[in-house]
Protein backbone atom coordinates (compact mmCIF):
# COMPACT_ATOMS: atom_id res chain seq x y z
CA UNK A 1 0.00 0.00 0.00
CA UNK A 2 3.09 2.25 1.15
CA UNK A 3 6.85 2.52 0.69
CA UNK A 4 8.69 0.39 3.03
CA UNK A 5 11.27 2.56 2.70
CA UNK A 6 11.34 6.22 3.24
CA UNK A 7 14.45 7.74 1.72
CA UNK A 8 15.21 11.02 3.88
CA UNK A 9 17.79 12.56 1.49
CA UNK A 10 19.84 9.62 1.45
CA UNK A 11 19.71 8.15 4.72
CA UNK A 12 17.25 5.29 4.56
CA UNK A 13 14.75 4.51 6.97
CA UNK A 14 13.53 0.72 6.25
CA UNK A 15 10.20 -0.02 7.49
CA UNK A 16 10.62 -3.80 7.99
CA UNK A 17 9.63 -3.30 11.42
CA UNK A 18 8.33 -0.57 13.97
CA UNK A 19 10.62 2.32 13.97
CA UNK A 20 11.56 4.83 17.08
CA UNK A 21 12.42 7.97 16.64
CA UNK A 22 14.37 9.61 19.41
CA UNK A 23 13.17 12.95 20.90
CA UNK A 24 15.95 15.66 21.06
CA UNK A 25 14.19 19.12 22.29
CA UNK A 26 16.21 22.15 21.82
CA UNK A 27 13.59 24.16 23.69
CA UNK A 28 13.06 26.22 26.83
CA UNK A 29 9.92 25.25 27.74
CA UNK A 30 8.49 21.71 26.11
CA UNK A 31 6.94 19.68 28.84
CA UNK A 32 9.02 16.77 29.01
CA UNK A 33 12.88 18.34 29.03
CA UNK A 34 12.35 22.61 28.47
CA UNK A 35 15.56 23.62 28.68
CA UNK A 36 17.82 20.72 29.56
CA UNK A 37 19.40 20.58 25.80
CA UNK A 38 19.27 23.76 24.67
CA UNK A 39 22.94 24.08 24.71
CA UNK A 40 24.17 22.35 21.43
CA UNK A 41 26.98 20.55 22.67
CA UNK A 42 24.40 18.92 24.84
CA UNK A 43 21.90 18.48 22.60
CA UNK A 44 24.64 16.17 20.66
CA UNK A 45 25.47 14.62 23.17
CA UNK A 46 22.37 13.54 24.13
CA UNK A 47 20.97 12.79 20.50
CA UNK A 48 24.34 10.31 20.28
CA UNK A 49 23.21 8.53 23.46
CA UNK A 50 20.16 8.21 21.76
CA UNK A 51 21.26 6.42 18.45
CA UNK A 52 23.29 4.23 20.93
CA UNK A 53 19.89 3.17 22.75
CA UNK A 54 18.50 2.13 19.94
CA UNK A 55 17.03 5.05 18.15
CA UNK A 56 16.34 4.53 14.48
CA UNK A 57 15.43 8.33 13.53
CA UNK A 58 16.52 11.73 15.98
CA UNK A 59 13.38 14.09 15.79
CA UNK A 60 15.01 17.30 16.67
CA UNK A 61 12.52 20.53 17.88
CA UNK A 62 13.04 24.21 18.57
CA UNK A 63 9.99 24.73 19.68
CA UNK A 64 7.53 23.47 21.72
CA UNK A 65 4.06 22.54 21.02
CA UNK A 66 2.83 21.64 24.00
CA UNK A 67 -0.60 22.88 25.38
CA UNK A 68 -0.24 26.49 25.77
CA UNK A 69 2.69 27.12 24.10
CA UNK A 70 3.66 30.55 22.56
CA UNK A 71 5.51 30.63 19.32
CA UNK A 72 9.20 31.17 18.49
CA UNK A 73 10.62 32.99 15.82
CA UNK A 74 12.05 31.48 12.97
CA UNK A 75 15.22 32.92 13.13
CA UNK A 76 15.99 31.78 16.80
CA UNK A 77 14.56 28.12 15.67
CA UNK A 78 17.25 28.08 13.22
CA UNK A 79 20.11 29.43 15.71
CA UNK A 80 18.91 26.62 17.90
CA UNK A 81 18.59 23.92 15.80
CA UNK A 82 21.19 24.46 12.87
CA UNK A 83 24.27 23.76 14.83
CA UNK A 84 22.83 20.55 16.14
CA UNK A 85 21.54 19.12 13.23
CA UNK A 86 25.04 19.88 11.56
CA UNK A 87 27.20 18.10 14.10
CA UNK A 88 24.68 15.19 14.37
CA UNK A 89 25.18 14.58 10.38
CA UNK A 90 28.95 14.22 10.55
CA UNK A 91 28.69 11.75 13.84
CA UNK A 92 26.04 9.26 12.75
CA UNK A 93 24.38 7.68 9.78
CA UNK A 94 20.51 7.60 10.86
CA UNK A 95 18.19 9.78 9.01
CA UNK A 96 18.03 13.62 10.88
CA UNK A 97 14.43 15.19 11.14
CA UNK A 98 13.18 18.54 12.25
CA UNK A 99 10.29 19.64 14.37
CA UNK A 100 8.71 22.55 12.68
CA UNK A 101 5.73 24.61 10.92
CA UNK A 102 7.59 27.34 9.63
CA UNK A 103 9.50 27.15 6.02
CA UNK A 104 12.51 29.00 6.99
CA UNK A 105 13.62 26.87 9.76
CA UNK A 106 12.69 23.69 6.88
CA UNK A 107 14.74 25.00 4.67
CA UNK A 108 17.91 25.74 7.13
CA UNK A 109 17.54 22.38 8.69
CA UNK A 110 17.49 20.77 5.12
CA UNK A 111 20.68 22.83 4.21
CA UNK A 112 22.15 21.44 7.92
CA UNK A 113 21.57 18.06 6.83
CA UNK A 114 18.21 16.93 7.97
CA UNK A 115 16.29 14.56 5.61
CA UNK A 116 13.00 14.84 6.91
CA UNK A 117 9.88 17.01 8.22
CA UNK A 118 8.10 16.46 10.80
CA UNK A 119 5.39 19.30 10.81
CA UNK A 120 2.62 19.57 13.59
CA UNK A 121 0.54 21.87 11.22
CA UNK A 122 0.81 19.41 8.18
CA UNK A 123 2.31 22.01 5.93
CA UNK A 124 -0.34 24.35 6.10
CA UNK A 125 1.48 27.49 6.86
CA UNK A 126 2.03 29.85 4.03
CA UNK A 127 5.07 28.60 2.04
CA UNK A 128 5.84 25.20 3.81
CA UNK A 129 4.22 23.03 0.99
CA UNK A 130 7.24 24.87 -1.58
CA UNK A 131 9.43 24.62 0.56
CA UNK A 132 9.32 20.60 1.04
CA UNK A 133 8.02 19.82 -2.60
CA UNK A 134 11.13 21.67 -3.97
CA UNK A 135 13.52 19.02 -1.58
CA UNK A 136 13.60 15.65 -1.63
CA UNK A 137 12.98 15.30 2.08
CA UNK A 138 10.69 13.07 3.77
CA UNK A 139 7.36 14.74 5.48
CA UNK A 140 5.00 14.21 8.17
CA UNK A 141 1.43 15.34 8.55
CA UNK A 142 0.21 15.63 11.93
CA UNK A 143 -3.32 16.73 12.70
CA UNK A 144 -4.08 19.09 15.37
CA UNK A 145 -7.19 20.59 16.32
CA UNK A 146 -6.57 24.46 16.82
CA UNK A 147 -3.12 25.68 18.14
CA UNK A 148 -0.99 24.90 20.71
CA UNK A 149 -1.88 27.91 22.88
CA UNK A 150 -5.61 26.98 23.19
CA UNK A 151 -6.06 23.79 21.48
CA UNK A 152 -7.25 21.87 24.68
CA UNK A 153 -9.77 24.52 25.89
CA UNK A 154 -12.58 22.05 24.48
CA UNK A 155 -11.96 20.01 22.07
CA UNK A 156 -14.81 18.68 20.46
CA UNK A 157 -15.26 16.21 17.26
CA UNK A 158 -19.03 14.31 16.00
CA UNK A 159 -16.48 11.76 14.97
CA UNK A 160 -12.46 11.93 15.90
CA UNK A 161 -11.15 9.02 13.84
CA UNK A 162 -13.59 9.62 10.98
CA UNK A 163 -12.69 13.42 11.00
CA UNK A 164 -8.42 13.21 11.90
CA UNK A 165 -8.97 10.28 8.81
CA UNK A 166 -10.05 12.91 6.59
CA UNK A 167 -7.83 15.00 7.68
CA UNK A 168 -4.73 13.81 6.56
CA UNK A 169 -6.43 12.47 3.06
CA UNK A 170 -6.79 15.42 2.45
CA UNK A 171 -3.63 16.66 3.33
CA UNK A 172 -1.97 14.26 1.29
CA UNK A 173 -3.49 15.02 -2.22
CA UNK A 174 -3.10 18.45 -1.40
CA UNK A 175 1.09 17.42 -0.75
CA UNK A 176 0.49 15.10 -4.24
CA UNK A 177 -0.97 17.71 -5.94
CA UNK A 178 2.10 20.19 -4.60
CA UNK A 179 4.53 17.23 -6.21
CA UNK A 180 5.62 15.28 -3.40
CA UNK A 181 5.29 12.06 -4.14
CA UNK A 182 3.37 9.97 -1.75
CA UNK A 183 6.45 7.50 -1.02
CA UNK A 184 7.91 10.91 0.85
CA UNK A 185 4.75 10.95 3.15
CA UNK A 186 4.18 10.01 6.65
CA UNK A 187 1.01 10.97 8.79
CA UNK A 188 0.70 11.42 13.03
CA UNK A 189 -2.75 11.58 14.28
CA UNK A 190 -1.22 14.01 16.32
CA UNK A 191 -2.23 12.40 20.14
CA UNK A 192 -2.58 15.45 22.76
CA UNK A 193 -3.40 17.77 20.30
CA UNK A 194 -6.64 19.18 20.48
CA UNK A 195 -7.76 16.13 22.04
CA UNK A 196 -9.34 14.67 25.10
CA UNK A 197 -8.24 11.44 26.64
CA UNK A 198 -11.42 9.65 24.89
CA UNK A 199 -10.47 11.41 21.97
CA UNK A 200 -7.01 9.86 22.34
CA UNK A 201 -7.64 6.16 23.24
CA UNK A 202 -9.94 6.16 20.07
CA UNK A 203 -7.75 7.32 17.68
CA UNK A 204 -5.05 3.95 19.31
CA UNK A 205 -8.06 1.86 19.47
CA UNK A 206 -8.56 2.42 15.73
CA UNK A 207 -4.74 3.86 14.29
CA UNK A 208 -4.69 0.89 11.53
CA UNK A 209 -7.33 3.05 9.63
CA UNK A 210 -4.38 5.66 9.96
CA UNK A 211 -1.85 3.25 7.90
CA UNK A 212 -4.36 2.98 5.13
CA UNK A 213 -3.46 6.62 4.36
CA UNK A 214 0.76 6.43 4.59
CA UNK A 215 2.99 4.65 6.97
CA UNK A 216 2.09 6.05 10.56
CA UNK A 217 4.16 7.86 12.96
CA UNK A 218 2.65 7.99 16.90
CA UNK A 219 4.02 10.21 19.25
CA UNK A 220 2.33 9.30 23.18
CA UNK A 221 5.52 9.40 24.85
CA UNK A 222 5.01 11.03 28.49
CA UNK A 223 2.08 12.91 27.56
CA UNK A 224 -0.83 14.06 29.58
CA UNK A 225 -3.14 11.12 28.68
CA UNK A 226 -0.59 9.05 30.17
CA UNK A 227 -0.83 10.83 32.98
CA UNK A 228 -5.09 10.30 33.03
CA UNK A 229 -4.67 6.65 32.65
CA UNK A 230 -1.82 6.01 35.17
CA UNK A 231 -2.26 8.90 37.77
CA UNK A 232 1.72 9.63 37.62
CA UNK A 233 1.38 13.40 37.08
CA UNK A 234 5.68 13.58 36.97
CA UNK A 235 6.53 13.43 33.37
CA UNK A 236 9.74 11.37 34.89
CA UNK A 237 7.43 9.17 36.25
CA UNK A 238 4.91 8.23 33.10
CA UNK A 239 7.71 5.84 31.46
CA UNK A 240 6.27 2.44 31.77
CA UNK A 241 2.67 3.86 30.64
CA UNK A 242 4.48 5.30 27.40
CA UNK A 243 6.36 2.41 26.35
CA UNK A 244 3.15 0.72 26.93
CA UNK A 245 0.91 2.91 24.65
CA UNK A 246 4.30 2.83 21.88
CA UNK A 247 3.75 -1.31 22.13
CA UNK A 248 0.26 -0.78 21.48
CA UNK A 249 0.73 1.59 18.61
CA UNK A 250 3.25 -0.52 17.22
CA UNK A 251 0.66 -3.30 17.54
CA UNK A 252 -1.75 -1.49 15.85
CA UNK A 253 0.25 -0.80 12.96
CA UNK A 254 2.53 2.10 13.58
CA UNK A 255 5.54 2.33 11.52
CA UNK A 256 7.30 4.64 13.70
CA UNK A 257 7.16 5.57 17.70
CA UNK A 258 8.29 8.62 18.55
CA UNK A 259 9.59 8.56 22.18
CA UNK A 260 11.74 10.15 24.99
CA UNK A 261 12.93 6.81 26.53
CA UNK A 262 14.46 4.30 23.45
CA UNK A 263 16.28 1.78 25.58
CA UNK A 264 12.81 1.12 27.43
CA UNK A 265 10.79 1.08 24.19
CA UNK A 266 13.33 -1.39 22.35
CA UNK A 267 13.25 -3.66 24.95
CA UNK A 268 9.59 -3.94 25.20
CA UNK A 269 9.20 -3.99 21.29
CA UNK A 270 12.17 -6.63 20.95
CA UNK A 271 10.39 -8.97 23.22
CA UNK A 272 7.02 -8.51 21.42
CA UNK A 273 9.10 -9.27 17.94
CA UNK A 274 10.39 -12.34 19.76
CA UNK A 275 6.94 -13.40 19.57
CA UNK A 276 5.44 -12.46 16.42
CA UNK A 277 8.73 -13.94 14.49
CA UNK A 278 7.38 -17.70 15.65
CA UNK A 279 5.49 -20.03 13.17
CA UNK A 280 1.64 -19.04 13.42
CA UNK A 281 1.31 -22.88 14.44
CA UNK A 282 3.50 -22.14 17.54
CA UNK A 283 1.79 -18.87 18.49
CA UNK A 284 -1.41 -20.80 18.23
CA UNK A 285 -2.98 -22.23 22.20
CA UNK A 286 -3.16 -26.16 22.32
CA UNK A 287 -4.81 -28.04 25.32
CA UNK A 288 -2.86 -29.37 28.04
CA UNK A 289 -1.70 -32.95 27.47
CA UNK A 290 -1.37 -33.51 31.03
CA UNK A 291 -3.52 -31.93 33.30
CA UNK A 292 -2.59 -29.33 36.34
CA UNK A 293 -3.89 -30.11 39.81
CA UNK A 294 -6.38 -26.99 39.73
CA UNK A 295 -8.27 -29.00 36.75
CA UNK A 296 -8.74 -32.29 39.82
CA UNK A 297 -11.28 -29.42 42.04
Not at 114 to 122: E, S
Amino acid sequence: MFSQVLDCRGRELVLDRPRIAGIVNVTTDSFSDGGRFLDPDAAVAHALQLVEEGADLLDIGAESTRPGASSVPAAVQIERIVPVIEALATRTSIPISVDTSEPGVMRAALMAGAGMINDARALRVEGALEAVAESSAVVCLMHMQGEPRAMQDAPYYDDVVGEVHRFLSDRVLACQFAGIDKKRIVVDPGFGFGKTLEHNLLLLAQLERFAEIAPVMAGLSRKSMIAGLTGQTGVDRRIHGSVAAALIAAQRGAAVVRVHDVAATRDALRVWQGVAALPAHARKARPASNPGPWDDD
